[in-house]
Antibody
Framework: EVQLVESGGGLVQPGGSLRLSCAAS????????MNWVRQAPGKGLEWVSY????????YYADSVKGRFTISRDNAKNSLYLQMNSLRAEDTAVYYC???????WGQGTLVTVSS | DIQMTQSPSSLSASVGDRVTITCQAS??????LNWYQQKPGKAPKLLIY???NLETGVPSRFSGSGSGTDFTFTISSLQPEDIATYYC???????????FGGGTKVEIK
């Protein structure tokens, strides 16, 4: 069974940093591109970042470019999102997704507030 | 970037009604479109991929159609458990931004 489990969310002050992790199981992680998608409270879905299966191709939404870094460790079946210079508008549930969206994790809540 | 315009933003229908949601892309995306269902407090669940293919295990009352710029999602007979918000999402320009529609909240009348 495919499982994606996010962790690392929490409360952080504006300007602070957090590192999200996504532990994957039940499929050959190294064969799949992965994405981070977020959802602000009461709002719709917003794509955040993409990484290819090898990690060689990476894209970011303009709203996070220069502040967030996506990475992966195929040996550990894990996906990461390093988030720096966090802003109030980054407050959201962050989901990792497999491939084109066939599976999603349960999400981890990031709250940016003083 | 490709924009996805989804309508309506909300609808109310009776159990057994046919429900239709539309999604329009700002440019030709072929059939590179997903439809998701999201219930409160839960992650989105893929229902339809490649515009018209039903994901395994999804009830057959859900269907999708369209190609190019205009797409339709249909629930043939609305059930109480279908109360949720539905989103379209394009993946034509993978690798690259995945754009979502604004969502349609479906309620029971």
């Amino acid at each position: 069974e495919v499982q994606l489990v996010e962790s690392g969310g929490g409360l952080v002050q504006p300007g602070g940093s957090l590192r999200l992790s996504c532990a994957a199981s039940g499929f050959t992680f190294s064969s799949y591109e992965m994405n981070w998608v977020r959802q602000a409270p009461g709002k719709g879905l917003e794509w955040v970042s993409y990484i290819s299966s090898s990690g060689s191709t990476i894209y970011y939404a303009d709203s996070v470019k220069g502040r967030f870094t996506i990475s992966r460790d195929n040996a550990k079946n894990s996906l990461y999102l390093q988030m720096n210079s966090l802003r109030a508008e980054d407050t959201a549930v962050y989901y990792c997704t497999k491939g084109r969206g066939s599976r999603w994790g349960q999400g981890t809540l990031v709250t940016v507030s003083s | 970037d490709i924009q996805m315009t989804q309508s309506p933003s909300s609808l109310s229908a009776s159990v057994g009604d046919r429900v239709t949601i539309t999604c329009q892309a700002s440019q030709d995306i072929s059939n590179y479109l997903n439809w998701y269902q999201q219930k409160p407090g839960k992650a989105p669940k893929l229902l339809i991929y490649d515009a018209s293919n039903l994901e395994t295990g999804v009830p057959s009352r859900f269907s999708g159609s369209g190609s190019g710029t205009d797409f339709t999602f249909t629930i043939s007979s609305l059930q109480p458990e279908d109360i949720a918000t539905y989103y379209c999402q394009q993946y034509d320009n993978l690798p690259g931004p995945l754009t979502f529609g604004g969502g349609t909240k479906v309620e029971i009348k």
